[in-house]
């Protein structure tokens, strides 16, 4: 089994930064490719980004595409999310979750263990 704790959410205004992270316990956290997802009040959650177990592939959604960038380090077992020109759309909790599909997938169902989340909310 894989603990994940996401930190590094808060308030930014429009414009800002933020870097979350994913740190995980557990299993060997390599075998794992890891996403972000995100859930805005009142709509289902959606995929965000991807890295594969080695960090060689990356997936991003087209919202996303330029502003955002996926990162790993295995060695502390750790997953960054750096989120660049941020907007009031990109408010919501943001979830890491860990997938054996080792390349790595948007697709929410593959997913088997799931961080409780960290929200961030962009004031414009």
């Known amino acids: 089994q894989v603990q994940l704790v996401e930190s590094g959410g808060g308030l930014v205004q429009a414009g800002g930064s933020l870097r979350l992270s994913c740190a995980a316990s557990g299993r060997i956290f390599s075998s794992y490719a890891i996403g972000w997802f995100r859930q805005a009040a009142g709509k289902e959650r959606e995929f965000v980004s991807a890295?594969?177990?080695?960090?060689?592939?990356?997936l991003y959604a087209d919202s996303v595409k330029g502003r955002f960038t996926i990162s790993r380090d295995n060695l502390k077992n750790t997953v960054y999310l750096q989120m660049n020109s941020l907007n009031s759309e990109d408010t919501a909790v943001y979830y890491c979750?860990?997938?054996?599909?080792?390349?790595?997938?948007?697709?929410?169902?593959?997913?088997?263990?799931w961080g409780q989340g960290t929200q961030v909310t962009v004031s414009s």
């Open positions: 979750a860990a997938t054996t599909v080792l390349a790595g997938t948007l697709y929410t169902g593959a997913y088997d263990y």
């Open positions: 890295i594969s177990w080695n960090g060689g592939g990356t």
